[in-house]
């Protein structure tokens, strides 16, 4: 069974401080996902990661894949309330899986 | 293409009645999934399409749920004899082939 956990489930922080949220598995994806959303809308793409040891960045976001493909992690940089959602990374095999969710509220 | 859409966005329906929902894909995505989503976890997944043909049905999907793609193109869900453990969030996501996913606003069901 293929499984996506993802650390931690909740996180509440002050406006301008910097957090990690990680996507660990045991099995390997062609590609991971991250996403965010928010109350009642569907989640919304923030970036692909395909390649082992690739990194992306998104204005504040930092995306990380692992050499292995089997986990992935998302860095914010001086978060802002905006930044304030249900994180969630999705893993590509035969078919797209999501982790638990990472729950952030930034506060002003 | 505006998107993925999902149809309707609300429903509130008595416990032993039948829904529907619709999703319309992303026009070039031949790649169907539904979802089911409870508040502050991740999506679960239902089943998905590749065409017309559904590839996957989740064990955990009971019997009373089914869902179609007869053209390839929108698919529905149906939950048959409704139970107020299925109320949730159901989303569609479409993609092309393995690539990147991107979903609908959802339908978000209440059973009373």
């Known amino acids: 069974t293929q499984l996506l956990e993802q650390s931690p489930q909740f996180l509440s922080i002050q406006e301008g401080e910097n957090l990690t949220v990680y996507c660990n598995s045991s099995s390997v994806f062609s590609s991971l996902q991250w996403y965010r959303q928010e109350p009642g809308e569907g989640p919304v793409l923030l970036v692909t990661?395909?390649?082992?040891?690739e990194v992306k960045k998104l204005k504040r976001l930092t995306f990380q894949f692992g050499d292995a493909r089997k986990d992935s992690s998302l860095h914010i940089t001086a978060a802002q309330p905006g930044d304030t959602g249900l994180y969630l990374c999705?893993?590509?095999?035969?078919?797209?899986?999501f982790g638990t969710g990472t729950l952030l509220a930034v506060q002003p | 293409d505006t998107g993925v859409s999902q149809d309707p966005r609300h429903k509130i329906t008595k416990r032993g009645q039948n829904v529907t929902f619709r999703c319309d894909p992303i026009?070039?995505?031949?790649?169907l999934y539904w979802y089911r989503q409870t508040l502050g976890q991740g999506p679960e997944f239902l089943t998905y399409f590749q065409n017309e043909a559904q590839l996957e049905k989740s064990r955990l999907l009971s019997d009373r749920f089914s869902a179609e793609r007869p053209k390839g193109s929108f698919s529905t869900l149906e939950i048959q004899r409704t139970e107020q453990g299925d109320s949730a969030m159901y989303l569609c996501?479409?993609?092309?082939?393995?690539?990147?996913?991107?979903f609908g606003q959802g339908t978000r069901l209440t059973v009373v």
């Open positions: 990661v395909v390649t082992g040891g």
């Open positions: 026009s070039e995505h031949n790649r």
């Open positions: 999705g893993g590509a095999t035969n078919k797209l899986i």
């Open positions: 996501a479409s993609s092309f082939q393995r690539g990147e996913a991107f």
